[in-house]
């Protein structure tokens, strides 16, 4: 039984070290975004061809790409669109996502009927192939990009945030208020909204990861943020012609995007087993699409 138990405190432990880790590491690279203009060694949208296809340098820390770009100003400026752009799109959607939600959930009835039948037509499509299908529609650009993520993701966020408002609201509490009379939108926001907050942290931190790729995806197709501005997926596009000769320029951009997506799925499955919710939103959703 002791050793057990030893063995369970050590888990435990590795995990909280391996959240404090991630959480630095996640730190260090938004740190090196928002600073930027102060790390950055070179101009990344400065095009030298004589300098074109160096190997790293001083000067030049990554090398350069095929217009003489520094490879790491424009990685560090990429992680200011591109995790700025995530997060940005996570927050409309997790906005939009608890406004449909909760009126689902709370309300029930022809209007919850209806709002989820919305969100299975929207489902029925490939998540991607949908924000495709309608940047195509709209045309390429960063704004055209969000506001298809937007509408594509806000139905996993409605219908999460619909299933926790059903539950919470059988608790003896919320039957409490609303027997006194409460107002629903104070029962709302007073008892069953704070009471969401950690399993929707949980499913935030994996979905940013999710978004991240996103943006990338429809970036390398030319979709997506469009040059010159420094984007992880539109780096990858740029150097795939080089692939053999030069294969860091699409290396550095490729590992980047590794390194994010994974220390923010290790973020949220630390969140997850400490909170003890199991596994968060779109994972299965995401696989079999």
């Not at 102060?38 to 300098?51: E, I, Q, R, T």
């Not at 990009?145 to 539950?167: D, E, H, K, P, W």
């Amino acid at each position: 039984m002791a050793s057990r138990r030893n063995t369970f405190t050590t888990a435990f432990a590795r995990r909280r070290w391996m959240l404090y880790l991630s959480l630095v590491m996640l730190l260090a690279v938004v740190v090196c975004g928002i600073f930027a203009p102060y790390l950055a060694p070179n101009d990344p949208n400065f095009v030298d061809f004589s300098h074109k296809l160096q190997s790293p340098s001083l000067n030049y820390p990554l090398g350069t790409d095929q217009l003489g770009r520094c490879l790491f100003s424009r990685l560090l400026y990429g992680t200011r669109v591109s995790l700025g752009l995530a997060l940005l799109i996570v927050a409309a959607c997790l906005l939009s996502g608890l406004l449909v939600g909760c009126l689902s959930g709370y309300a029930g009835g022809w209007i919850d009927n209806v709002i989820m039948r919305a969100c299975d037509a929207v489902l029925a499509f490939p998540s991607l192939i949908l924000a495709i299908s309608l940047i195509a529609v709209w045309g390429t650009g960063w704004k055209q990009m969000a506001i298809a993520l937007v509408i594509v993701q806000t139905v996993y966020y409605a219908r999460f945030v619909r299933g926790l408002v059903m539950n919470l609201k059988q608790q003896t509490y919320v039957t409490a208020a609303r027997v006194s009379g409460t107002n629903p939108v104070r029962i709302l926001m007073r008892h069953i909204v704070p009471n969401m907050l950690p399993p929707l942290l949980v499913v935030v931190t994996l979905e940013i990861g999710w978004v991240i790729m996103d943006i990338y995806a429809l970036s390398f197709i030319g979709l997506g943020i469009q040059a010159p501005t420094a984007e992880w997926g539109a780096m990858i596009n740029d150097g795939k012609s080089f692939i053999r000769s030069h294969p860091r320029l699409m290396i550095a951009p490729g590992a980047v995007i590794f390194i994010m997506v994974a220390l923010l799925n290790l973020v949220s499955d630390a969140f997850s087993e400490h909170k003890g919710f199991g596994s968060p939103l779109r994972r299965k959703t995401k696989a079999s699409a």
